[in-house]
């Protein structure tokens, strides 16, 4: 099961009701398709950074969602075809990458070298 974030931006015209009826129907869409939904956040109503849908205003919500790739589809048609939708975004949440390399210890300002050394074999650091 992949994890998704799901973005999305409401009408700021709609009462706290409208905006729960929206969000249940988002996460009608996820159960649906055999995914669920791990968390909400209502980020409340910011300034869109241009005109969407003649509104200058929306309503943010994030959700966390897990579940089969064919939620994504779904969760765009639903997006295109909602009126009260202005935007919709799903991005596949990934785990923190861990690094590959050690990082080589800093040397302190009073130190002077060269940037590569030569170890053993003619190897270079």
Do not use: C
Not at 63 to 76: I, N, R, S
């Amino acid at each position: 099961m992949n994890s998704y974030e799901v973005i999305f931006i409401l009408d700021p015209v709609l009462t706290e009701d409208g905006v729960e009826a929206e969000i249940g129907a988002v996460r009608e869409v996820v159960t649906k398709k055999g995914g669920e939904v791990a968390e909400v956040q209502k980020w409340g109503k910011k300034r869109l950074a241009y005109e969407v849908k003649k509104r200058r205003d929306g309503q943010y919500i994030l959700m966390k969602v897990g579940g089969p790739g064919g939620v994504v589809a779904d969760l765009d048609r639903h997006f295109r075809i909602t009126e009260t939708i202005l935007k919709g975004m799903v991005v596949r949440a990934e785990e923190p990458r861990r690094t590959r390399f050690k990082s080589k210890p800093s040397r302190s300002h009073g130190e002077v070298g060269t940037a590569t050394q030569e170890v053993g074999d003619g190897e270079l650091q």
